[in-house]
């Protein structure tokens, strides 16, 4: 079993450009989240879902836009990328039982020059 | 909203004992959460409470307490591979998770 994996692994990308970050999960969770991940401010949610079909704005989510076609897939996409959109994004899911626990993908490092 | 707060820093010795506080003002309580990330990896799972009091889970142990606001995540017998950063995380009622900007723990031998 997998869990949740992202792609790409990293990606230096020029201001303006269009960019989707992939995430797929094997585990059957019915809830993703976006974050990112910048030095000092600590995770900060982009977006989520609660279950296919259905998505949230979370803290920041101007600039990102998300879809939620299927339970396994929730893709984050940058319609034109800006250099403050450099940062480390995780996604992560959950099965929204009563604990709840929140596991993490490895983690896209974008640069946005 | 959700305000965490969590020290930016702390070192220890190996095989002490190290006391992570987390105090948090929130809308919405729906319990606490502490991962462990170490540099470049993503954020691992350690405890989660619900309910005021301590858990333990081996050299792990964590404390909450509602009425305050209060959290902390007890560190004991350190090792080398606990130097990390340790993330405070509230879950409000919608289920979503606002981290704290983390503790950078510091183990020297």
């Known amino acids: 079993i997998a869990g949740i994996t992202q792609a790409p692994t990293s990606q230096i990308l020029a201001a303006g450009r269009r960019m989707t970050l992939r995430c797929t999960q094997d585990?059957?969770?019915?809830?993703m989240y976006w974050y990112r991940q910048d030095l000092g401010l600590g995770l900060r949610l982009i977006h989520y879902?609660?279950?296919?079909?259905?998505?949230g704005k979370g803290e920041v989510p101007d600039g990102y836009s998300v879809s939620r076609a299927n339970t396994d897939d929730f893709p984050l996409t940058l319609a034109s990328a800006v250099p403050s959109q450099t940062s480390v994004y995780f996604c992560?899911?959950?099965?929204?039982?009563?604990?709840?626990?929140?596991?993490f993908g490895p983690g896209t490092r974008l640069t946005v020059l | 909203g959700q305000n965490i707060d969590q020290p930016t820093e702390m070192t220890a010795t190996e095989g002490a004992i190290v006391q992570i506080n987390c105090t948090y003002q929130?809308?919405?309580?729906?319990?606490l959460f502490w991962y462990q990330q170490h540099a470049g990896e993503a954020p691992t799972f350690l405890s989660y409470?619900?309910?005021?009091g301590l858990e333990e889970k081996g050299r792990f142990s964590s404390f909450l307490s509602r009425s305050k606001g209060y959290s902390y995540l007890l560190l004991k017998e350190l090792q080398m591979k606990d130097s990390a950063s340790y993330l405070c995380?509230?879950?409000?009622?919608?289920?979503?998770?606002?981290f704290g900007a983390g503790t950078t723990v510091t183990v020297r031998a």
């Open positions: 879902s609660n279950t296919a079909g259905t998505t």
């Open positions: 409470n619900v309910l005021d």
């Open positions: 995380a509230v879950r409000d009622g919608d289920y979503k998770l606002s």
């Open positions: 929130t809308s919405g309580f729906n319990g």
């Open positions: 585990m059957r969770h019915n809830a």
């Open positions: 992560a899911s959950s099965a929204r039982g009563a604990a709840d626990t929140q596991y």
